[in-house]
């Protein structure tokens, strides 16, 4: 895994070693920050269900201010500070070993300019997050990994990739 784009295009990421956590493909991170290509300089992130951070050190990478990441696995968040670590990015995000669905309905309105959000495939705790974006508008726009076959709500854009689609939402 490593960054694919900006100031630290081809730095090598930390790789996680826990077999119950799926890495977004290289080809979908790809996509999913291209959809935000316009947004992210100087822009606020929030990274939820951050596994190593993948997403928001490229945005970073790419320009965004800062991010704040959400996880709470112990060997995801080894991962992430160690990513963090390497790219120096220390000052400039804060990690929060929560749960993202209850962190996402307690923001407030324009609490982030984008939001990410890549939880586990076949549960429901996308959904919970899409219906508190659609509540507070937490973020200018949330930008969702899912598998292909997870029903979104309407009022987001999709594509799709294999088993894998990305669905953006914007205000």
């Not at 993202?100 to 984008?114: C, H, T």
């Not at 939001?115 to 919970?128: E, Q, V």
């Not at 974006?133 to 294999?162: C, I, N, S, Y």
């Amino acid at each position: 895994m490593r960054i694919v784009g900006g100031k630290h295009a081809g730095r090598d990421l930390a790789k996680l070693k826990d077999a119950h956590v799926r890495p977004t493909a290289e080809h979908v991170r790809v996509a999913m920050v291209d959809a935000v290509r316009h947004d992210l300089t100087d822009a606020s992130v929030l990274d939820l269900f951050a596994g190593t951070g993948a997403l928001g050190l490229e945005a970073i990478s790419r320009g965004a201010r800062r991010c704040d990441f959400l996880e709470t696995r112990a060997s995801s968040l080894h991962t992430l500070k160690a990513n963090i670590g390497l790219l120096r990015y220390k000052s400039r995000t804060r990690v929060f070993k929560q749960d993202a669905v209850p962190f996402a309905a307690r923001l407030s309105e324009g609490a982030y300019d984008i939001a990410f959000a890549d939880p586990p495939y076949g549960s429901r705790m996308l959904d919970h997050v899409v219906r508190s974006w659609q509540a507070t508008r937490f973020a200018k726009v949330l930008v969702t990994e899912h598998a292909v076959d997870h029903e979104m709500p309407a009022g987001g854009t999709t594509q799709r990739f294999e088993d894998t689609a990305v669905t953006v939402y914007r205000l």
